[in-house]
């Protein structure tokens, strides 16, 4: 029985829980589900790339350990960037989305990368896209502000959903279980 987690924010993701582990792999406490495998994490997290984490957990949890330094490095860069930006330090900020995006892309959590890499072409003053159209500082800084919200947004929909994987959050009931 698969236990399905919805995401009721505008970005409309599905929370539920990852598929099966490789044979060579421990179970993570909340045992990944054999079910719905075709929707695991859909959006937030890159399964080629994760799982690849997972391969190599034992009994030190590799993985885990990963994940809660990213944790504690996204912290820090957040609070960096909220200084960045009451600088207007665009090059601190630009700076910041990689240094983000590189983390966030080892761990394969797609929104966060793309938000990160956003920030960095902002913070060079290109556009969204990177494309070398000089857009100014006060565009920027409003493209950045936004992009702010977005990026903790994203950043929180990730870490709940890796901590439903590695069973630091207990599972909601299923409303059709009760």
């Keep these: 029985m698969a236990v ?6 505008d970005t409309g993701s599905d929370l539920s829980c990852p598929g099966s582990p490789s044979p060579s ?4 406490s909340h045992s990944r589900s054999s079910n719905n495998n075709s929707k695991r994490g859909q959006g937030i997290v890159d399964h080629a790339t994760f799982d690849q984490l997972v391969d190599m957990d034992d009994e030190d949890e590799f993985s885990k350990n990963l994940v809660h330094n990213y944790f504690e490095q996204a912290q820090r860069a957040f609070g960096d960037m909220d200084a960045a930006m009451s600088s207007s330090d ?3 900020l630009s700076r910041l989305g990689h240094f983000l995006k590189g983390s966030s892309a080892q761990l394969g959590l797609l929104k966060v990368k793309a938000s990160c890499e956003k920030l960095q072409y902002y913070g060079q003053g290109m556009d969204a896209a990177g494309q070398h159209s000089h857009i100014s ?3 920027a800084e409003e493209q950045i502000k936004i992009l702010l919200i977005q990026m903790r947004r ?5 870490e709940t959903y ?8 207990p ?8």
């Design 4 to 9: 399905e987690l919805r995401d009721d924010s």
């Design 25 to 28: 792999s421990p179970t993570p």
């Design 90 to 92: 665009l090059v601190a």
């Design 137 to 139: 500082n006060e565009e």
């Design 154 to 158: 994203e950043y929180e929909e990730a």
């Design 162 to 169: 890796l901590r439903y994987f590695y069973g630091e959050l």
């Design 171 to 178: 599972l909601p009931e299923s409303p059709s279980e009760e």
